[in-house]
T-cell receptor, first 113, second 111 residues
Framework: AQSVTQPDIHITVSEGASLELRCNYS??????LFWYVQSPGQGLQLLLK??????LVQGIKGFEAEFKRSQSSFNLRKPSVHWSDAAEYFC???????????FGAGTTVTVRA | EADIYQTPRYLVIGTGKKITLECSQT?????MYWYQQDPGMELHLIHY???????EKGDLSSESTVSRIRTEHFPLTLESARPSHTSQYLC??????????FGSGTRLTVV
């Protein structure tokens, strides 16, 4: 079975500061990994994905994530946060067999001025 | 801009009513999914479909049913709504080897 843990329920960061959101996954084979963002009242938008190859993945809105197989992690980072980055962020893991995604519980990011 | 549409966005309905949540996509994706989302919780897969006339139950047991008569349409039906069905329902679609595209969701409240 596959699963995702996002250890941080809520993170508050100052505008302009760096941001890192943690994601740990459980899956026996090579996973597909994703980060999504959800603004209030909206659906989820794909930020970036990892299938294979370079373990540092670039996404939209200036986000990047690094896949570390030895740590079963796929942490999301942004060097300088903007007020518009305030949202909920979800990490997800999938597989090649059935392509069903399992999501973490999400991390809510608050940006203070 | 997402090409997957969910209606209604918000629905408040009385206990015992039958409801259908609509989901349509214009991308020609074979795979479609319904997730249930509650605050502070993981998204839970309740139904999925890999093509026309193909539907499967997801990991979370649900009293809802789905149908897939056309590629672009994947409605979810509750025959008799109860307060325990109050939640946000998210529809998504995908192609193999890519991420999901999500709709904006339907927030259902059963009173």
């Amino acid at each position: 079975a596959q699963s995702v843990t996002q250890p941080d329920i809520h993170i508050t960061v100052s505008e302009g500061a760096s941001l890192e959101l943690r994601c740990n996954y459980s899956y026996g084979a090579t996973p597909y990994l994703f980060w999504y963002v959800q603004s209030p009242g909206q659906g989820l938008q794909l930020l970036l994905k990892y299938f294979s190859g370079d373990t540092l993945v670039q996404g939209i809105k200036g986000f990047e994530a690094e896949f570390k197989r030895s740590q079963s992690s796929f942490n999301l980072r942004k060097p300088s946060v903007h007020w518009s980055d305030a949202a909920e962020y979800f990490c997800a893991v999938g597989n090649l067999n059935d392509y069903k995604l399992s999501f973490g519980a999400g991390t809510t990011v608050t940006v203070r001025a | 801009e997402a090409d997957i549409y969910q209606t209604p966005r918000y629905l408040v309905i009385g206990t015992g009513k039958k409801i259908t949540l609509e989901c349509s996509q214009t991308m020609g994706h074979d795979k479609m999914y319904w997730y249930q989302q509650d605050p502070g919780m993981e998204l839970h897969l309740i139904h999925y479909s890999y093509g026309v006339n193909s539907t499967e139950k997801g990991d979370l047991s649900s009293e809802s049913t789905v149908s897939r008569i056309r590629t672009e349409h994947f409605p979810l039906t509750l025959e008799s709504a109860r307060p325990s069905h109050t939640s946000q329902y998210l529809c998504a679609s995908s192609v193999q080897g890519d991420g999901y595209t999500f709709g904006s969701g339907t927030r259902l409240t059963v009173v």
